[in-house]
């Protein structure tokens, strides 16, 4: 079974600041298959990034996806306020389509 | 745009059951896989199973396997999530989640379950 590893567990950082998020798979899960969402306190998850690179509709270019194999990033170039939540990466690939267990991002 | 409207907030006995609904609309139900995903407080997500409506065919986590059933309801455009042998443990929120090839595009907005000991 496929565990996906999110780093750091908390980054602290400003607005304005780039923003780099891992997500580590304990075996090969290829890119067709991944995908990030941000999730606000109260709220569902939202998709951001499918395919390990492509944006759903309605996210900033600001965000991107990228890597392939066992190691992806969700890169946000310059931070905006409201993009300061938890963030989970997940591989849809197959069953039991794991979560990772998310990066709090906070405002430093 | 699809808009998943689930059911409401649900209070149980440890040993009972919990049917959950996520209604539909704004797309095309039938041919969208809708997972279910719960979140105990504090934790990340974890998907239970999912259906693909056009075809009646539900796929579980072998974790809930012995205790989950999806269904779902082409004519009013809804799926359910049933939870049975509840535990404290199973106290979360559940959502409901469509997209096309399992991905989990649109979320329903969520059921908050408490199971009660």
């Known amino acids: 079974e496929i565990v996906l590893t999110q780093s750091p567990g908390t980054l602290s950082l400003s607005p304005g600041e780039r923003a780099t998020l891992s997500c580590r798979a304990s075996?090969?899960?290829?890119?067709?298959?991944l995908a990030w969402f941000q999730q606000k306190p109260g709220q569902a998850p939202r998709l951001f990034i499918y395919g390990a690179s492509s944006r759903a509709t309605g996210i900033p270019g600001r965000f991107s996806g990228s890597g392939s194999g066992t190691d992806f990033t969700l890169t946000i170039s310059r931070l905006e306020p409201e993009d300061f939540a938890v963030y989970y990466c997940q591989h849809y690939g197959g069953s039991p389509y794991p979560f990772g267990q998310g990066t709090k991002l906070e405002i430093k | 745009q699809v808009q998943l409207v689930q059911s409401g907030a649900e209070v149980k006995e440890a040993g009972s059951s919990v049917k959950v609904s996520c209604k539909a609309s704004?797309?095309?139900?039938?041919?969208?896989?809708v997972s279910w995903v719960r979140q105990a407080n504090g934790q990340g997500p974890e998907w239970m199973g999912m259906?693909?409506?056009?075809?009646?065919?539900?796929n579980y986590a072998q974790k809930f396997q012995a205790r989950v059933t999806i269904t779902a309801d082409k004519s009013t455009g809804t799926a359910y999530m049933e939870l049975s042998g509840l535990r404290s443990d199973d106290t979360a929120m559940y959502f409901c989640?469509?997209?096309?090839?399992?991905?989990?595009?649109?979320w329903g907005q969520g059921t908050l379950v408490t199971v009660s000991s």
């Open positions: 989640a469509s997209g096309s090839n399992v991905r989990l595009d649109y």
């Open positions: 259906i693909l409506p056009i075809l009646g065919v539900a």
């Open positions: 075996q090969s899960i290829g890119s067709s298959y």
């Open positions: 704004g797309g095309t139900f039938s041919s969208y896989t």
